[in-house]
C-alpha cells in the first residue's frame, strides 16, 4: 500500500465523492470510494463478462483468460500502481474492474459490427457503452424517470473514462454519446478538457500491462506461438512490423525490433516451452516478472517527474503517469507478438466474418420484433423512445449485453441459421 495514502478518500476533495442521483445517507463507516468498488463488484454486468470473448471465444480452452479473469488481473495491476502513487486504491480497483463492462458479445469484433450499425446514430465504442451501464443501464440505482445504473462518485466515474470527450470527426475512439453528455459533463466538472484524470491513466497502463502479458502467455500455453520462433529473423520482423502497424506507428522499425531483443535477453524470459510444470512455472514466473519491471520502471520515473510534490499523493489532476519510452515499446511489441499469432490468424477470419455478420442479422431481427422479444428493461425504454434512433439505441442496448453464448443462442433461436459459436 502506499505510503501516501491515509484511509478513505485521503487526498480527495468533497466534490470528487459526489454522487449524480442523490441518495439516502449511507453507514459512514465506510468510504464512498469502498462503495464504488463493491457496487462493481457485485454488478450483473461484471459478471456477463465471464461469459464474453477477451482474444479467443470463452470455452475454448481452459487456460486463456475472458474478459472477466482479464478484468481482475487488470485490477490487480492498477490497484498495485495506484496505490503506489498515492491514489485511492478502491477508485483505480473499481475503474479497472469497469473498464470492459462495455464490451459487447465477440470483443472488438462485435465492438466493429455494432459500430456500423449504429453509423447513423452517433456509433457504438465499448468504452462509452461502459459509461452509459455505469451511469443509466446497470439495475442499482432508480430516479423517478430513468435508472442511474450504479450511481459512482464523480472520481471514480471519471478514473472509468478512457476517452473523455464524445464522437467527432477525427475521434475514432470516444467515452460517452450524445445521450449521456449530462452526467459526463457532471462527472468532468473541473477537469482538464480531453486529459484524462491519473486514476484513468493508472487504468489504461494496467490494461496494457495486463493483456500485453497475458495474451502472450496464453499464445504460448495455446500452441499459437512457439518462443523458438524468435530464432528466425523472419519472424521477428514479422512482429516488429505488425506492432508498428498496430501499436506503435511513430516508432521506427528499429526502437521497436530494439524493444523485443530486451525481452528477450531479461534473466526471465522463456526461450521454450514443453508443457510440463517445469516450464509452466517458467512461463507464470516472466509474466510476473514482466509486469512487476513495468509497474517499478513507470512508479519510478512518474516519482521522478513530480519529486517536487513527493510528499503530497498524486490524485486526479495533480500529475500525469510518466511511461519511458523503452516500457511502451516492450508493452507495444508484446501486443504486436499476440497479434501476429493469435489475432490476424487467417484460420480465423471465416470466424470473425460469421460473427459480425450474426450480430447483424440479430438487431435487424429484434428491430423488426421489438419491442415484445426485448427484455423487459430494454423494451421499457424502447417503448419510451421518442424517435427511432432511441429505439434502435435501446436495441443495441439488449445486444450489447448479451454473452457470447447468449447471442449465439437468441440468434439461433430467432433467425435459425447456423451460428458462430
Given at each position: 500500500m502506499s505510503r501516501f495514502y491515509r484511509g478513505?478518500?485521503?487526498?480527495?476533495?468533497?466534490?470528487?465523492?459526489?454522487r449524480w442521483f442523490a441518495e439516502p445517507p449511507k453507514d459512514p463507516r465506510r468510504g464512498q470510494f469502498s462503495r464504488d468498488r463493491a457496487r462493481v463488484v457485485h454488478s450483473s454486468a461484471l459478471r456477463r463478462l465471464s461469459a464474453k470473448t477477451q482474444v479467443v471465444g470463452p470455452g475454448s480452452d481452459e487456460f486463456v483468460r475472458n474478459r472477466l479473469t482479464h478484468s481482475l488481473e487488470v485490477a490487480q495491476v492498477g490497484r498495485e500502481l495506484g496505490a503506489a502513487l498515492g491514489c485511492d486504491p478502491?477508485?483505480?480497483?473499481?475503474?479497472?474492474?469497469?473498464?470492459?463492462?462495455?464490451?459487447?458479445?465477440?470483443?472488438?469484433?462485435?465492438?466493429?459490427?455494432?459500430?456500423?450499425?449504429?453509423?447513423?446514430?452517433?456509433?457504438?465504442?465499448?468504452?462509452?457503452?461502459?459509461?452509459?451501464?455505469?451511469?443509466?443501464l446497470e439495475p442499482k440505482v432508480a430516479g423517478p424517470d430513468r435508472g442511474h445504473g450504479l450511481n459512482l462518485t464523480r472520481a471514480t466515474l471519471d478514473a472509468a473514462t478512457k476517452y473523455p470527450w464524445p464522437k467527432g470527426p477525427d475521434s475514432r475512439k470516444f467515452g460517452?454519446?450524445?445521450?449521456?453528455l449530462p452526467v459526463f459533463t457532471w462527472l468532468r466538472a473541473g477537469a482538464p478538457e480531453r486529459r484524462r484524470c491519473i486514476e484513468a491513466q493508472v487504468m489504461d497502463l494496467a490494461d496494457d500491462v495486463?493483456?500485453?502479458?497475458?495474451?502472450?502467455?496464453?499464445?504460448?500455453?495455446?500452441?499459437?506461438?512457439?518462443?523458438?520462433?524468435?530464432?528466425?529473423?523472419?519472424?521477428?520482423?514479422?512482429?516488429?512490423?505488425?506492432?508498428?502497424?498496430?501499436?506503435?506507428?511513430?516508432t521506427p522499425e528499429d526502437e521497436i525490433a530494439e524493444g523485443l531483443a530486451r525481452l528477450r535477453k531479461g534473466q526471465f524470459w522463456v526461450t521454450s516451452f514443453t508443457g510440463d510444470y517445469a516450464s509452466l512455472a517458467a512461463l507464470k514466473n516472466?509474466?510476473?516478472?514482466?509486469?512487476?519491471?513495468?509497474?517499478?520502471?513507470?512508479?519510478?520515473?512518474?516519482?521522478?517527474?513530480?519529486?517536487?510534490?513527493?510528499?503530497?499523493?498524486?490524485?486526479?489532476?495533480?500529475?500525469?503517469?510518466?511511461?519511458?519510452?523503452?516500457?511502451?515499446?516492450?508493452?507495444?511489441?508484446?501486443?504486436?507478438?499476440a497479434a501476429v499469432y493469435v489475432m490476424t490468424l487467417e484460420e480465423r477470419q471465416p470466424l470473425y466474418a460469421l460473427q459480425r455478420e450474426l450480430l447483424m442479422e440479430?438487431?435487424?431481427?429484434?428491430?423488426?420484433r421489438a419491442p415484445k422479444v426485448l427484455d423487459l428493461p430494454f423494451a421499457t425504454a424502447w417503448r419510451d423512445a421518442a424517435d427511432d434512433a432511441g429505439r434502435l439505441r435501446a436495441v443495441i442496448d439488449q445486444v450489447a449485453s448479451l454473452t457470447d453464448a447468449r447471442a449465439v443462442a437468441w440468434?439461433?433461436?430467432?433467425?435459425?441459421?447456423?451460428?458462430?459459436?
Open positions: 478513505p478518500e485521503s487526498g480527495y476533495r468533497p466534490e470528487d465523492q459526489q478502491d477508485i483505480v480497483d473499481a475503474a479497472c474492474l469497469a473498464h470492459d463492462l462495455g464490451h459487447p458479445p465477440f470483443g472488438h469484433n462485435g465492438e466493429t459490427a455494432l459500430d456500423e450499425i449504429c453509423s447513423a446514430i452517433g456509433g457504438f465504442e465499448g468504452n462509452a457503452q461502459t459509461l452509459r451501464l455505469l451511469t443509466r460517452v454519446y450524445a445521450d449521456d495486463a493483456y500485453s502479458v497475458h495474451d502472450v502467455e496464453d499464445a504460448i500455453v495455446s500452441g499459437r506461438f512457439d518462443p523458438r520462433l524468435l530464432e528466425d529473423e523472419d519472424e521477428v520482423a514479422r512482429i516488429v512490423a505488425q506492432a508498428r502497424a498496430w501499436y506503435l506507428p511513430q516472466m509474466t510476473s516478472q514482466l509486469i512487476g519491471d513495468f509497474l517499478r520502471t513507470v512508479e519510478a520515473a512518474t516519482w521522478s517527474a513530480y519529486g517536487a510534490a513527493a510528499e503530497v499523493p498524486l490524485t486526479r489532476y495533480r500529475a500525469d503517469l510518466v511511461v519511458p519510452e523503452e516500457t511502451a515499446v516492450e508493452i507495444g511489441v508484446l501486443k504486436g507478438l440479430l438487431v435487424q431481427v429484434l428491430e423488426d440468434h439461433h433461436e430467432l433467425v435459425g441459421r447456423p451460428d458462430a459459436g
